[in-house]
């Protein structure tokens, strides 16, 4: 992609990217500790201290940009489902890097 073709729209979507990540890390944290039968603020506790425990939930919480990609797809906006990917693709180094270098 060249940054002479970049809009607002890849802005919109690399931002909605990065943030719904972030919005549904807790989600996801409350529907492990149903599952698991654990409290909230243990699982908490420990997607704080543990970053591969972090890196597993944030990995779970990417997968709500498939909800936005495939929106903004079916609406045609292109740009903002590029961002969306983009997005999702810089959260990419920090999962790799726990995952396998520490």
Known sequence: MNLRN?????????????????????????VLS??????????????????VVRSKIISIAIISNLIWFYYFLNREKWGMAMGVILGSILFLPYVIYVNFIL
């Open 6 to 30: 970049w809009s607002k729209q890849h802005t919109l979507g690399l931002i909605i990217g990065i943030a719904s990540p972030l919005i549904f890390i807790p989600i996801v944290i409350l």
């Open 34 to 51: 149903w599952l698991e039968n654990f409290y909230f603020s243990q699982l908490w506790y420990k997607f704080t201290i543990d970053p």
